[in-house]
Structures are given as C-alpha cells and as structure tokens.
C-alpha cells in the first residue's frame, strides 16, 4: 500500500514537471518553406517570389477568367471578382517598393558588400513559381489565385529597414573625419616683359627725347 502511494506520487511529480507542448508560431513567425533565414536575404527572396507572382498576371488572367466565370456563388458578379485582382497587383507593387527599400538600406548599412548575396535570394525566390511542362494552364492559375504573400515577409522588412538606417547612422557618426581642402597656393605677381608699352604698362620706363637741334 505504501508502494502504491509512492508510486502515485512520484507519477503526479513527473507530470507537474512535464513541458507544456510549444505553442504553434503566429504566421508572421513562420518562415516559408525553402526560405533563408537571415533577414536580408528573406526579404530578397520575399521581393524575388512576389515579382515573379505579380509577372505572371498576364499570362494566367484568361485562364482565371474562365474558373471564375464557370464557378459563380449565386448573387456575384465576375467583374467584382476580377476587380480584386486588379487591387492585388497594386498592393504587389507597394510590397515590391517596401522590399527595395529595406535591401537598400542594409546595403547601404552593411561594412562589407552583400548585393551578391541578394541577388541570389531574390533569383531563389522567382524560382518558387517555376513549373515544369507537365503543370497545366488550370493549376498554375489556381495556384496563382490562392497564392498569398507570407505574412513574415512585411515584418521583417519593416525592421530590416529601421535597424539598417539606425545602423548607417552610426556608422557615420563614427568615421574619421575628412581632412579639410587644402588652401590654394598664391600666384606669384608677374614681372612686366621688357620694352613693354608704357601706355599698357606704366611700369615701364618712358621713352628717351630725341636730341635738340644744332644751329
């Protein structure tokens, strides 16, 4: 009986003492799927996937017009549906501008150059909406329809940005300071060329009187 009583207790302490289960992460925490993790290159690979998204408007909007045309819910109309894409693309484009700005400022920011590096961030991200031939017409565009920008891709823009102009701050705030210009040298005054005019030059020493007359 006494066993048993141990045994209980010691079951209750291990299950006082055991973890909670973690907590999902909110979605502006979650990184994406083949996403990189340093701040920089995310919002590279964040400009890189919503460009090549925005891109292919054109190509998949027929496609789209014909799925929302054939799958109505009662009481809509096909020009309101397509209106919200016309909104999406603009928002797209604002995103893009938010993104640029962000990568400026931390190269701007950075000590070392780190463009490079982006640039491949951001081709990585287009790669995202690279489909073979064997994708049809009709799953690109539905793809393409319920495609959304992740929502840790505007987050961590806007404290990419923050600390990166904080950050160029500082480091301007600490360079040397520039020597001042030097002073020009002064031109040494110049010396009147012999047999110079004396009506030009009144330095110059005036001409001998002829000699007077002889009687």
């Known amino acids: ?3 048993l009583a141990l045994a209980l207790s ?3 302490q291990g299950a006082d003492a055991a973890p909670a289960p973690a907590e999902a992460a909110p979605p502006e925490e ?3 799927a083949g996403a990189p993790k340093d ?3 995310f919002v590279a690979w964040c400009y ?3 460009r090549a998204y925005l891109d292919l408007h054109d190509q998949v909007m027929p496609e789209v017009t014909r799925i929302e045309g054939e799958f109505r819910k009662p009481g809509t109309r096909l020009e309101d549906d397509l209106k919200v894409y016309a909104e999406m693309q603009k928002e797209g484009r604002a995103r893009l501008k938010q993104f640029q700005a962000a990568m ?6 950075s000590v070392r150059p780190i463009n490079m590096v982006g640039a491949q961030a951001v081709r990585k991200g287009k790669d995202t909406w690279s489909v073979g031939a064997d994708v049809t017409k009709a799953r690109l565009a539905q793809e393409w329809m319920s495609w959304v920008l992740p929502a840790r891709c505007e987050k961590v823009a806007s404290s990419l940005e923050a600390r990166s102009k904080l950050m160029g701050v500082t480091l301007k ?4 300071a520039e020597p001042a210009p030097e002073a020009p040298a002064e031109k040494p005054a110049e010396t009147p060329a012999a047999g110079s005019d004396p009506t030009t030059n009144p330095t110059a020493a005036p001409p001998e009187s002829p000699p007077a007359p002889t009687r």
């Open 30 to 32: 979650r990184l994406p």
């Open 48 to 50: 890189g996937s919503l």
């Open 39 to 41: 701040d920089y290159q």
């Open 173 to 176: 705030a600490n360079a040397p």
């Open 1 to 3: 009986m006494i066993s």
């Open 10 to 12: 010691l079951f209750a």
């Open 104 to 109: 400026t400022a931390a190269e701007k920011a």
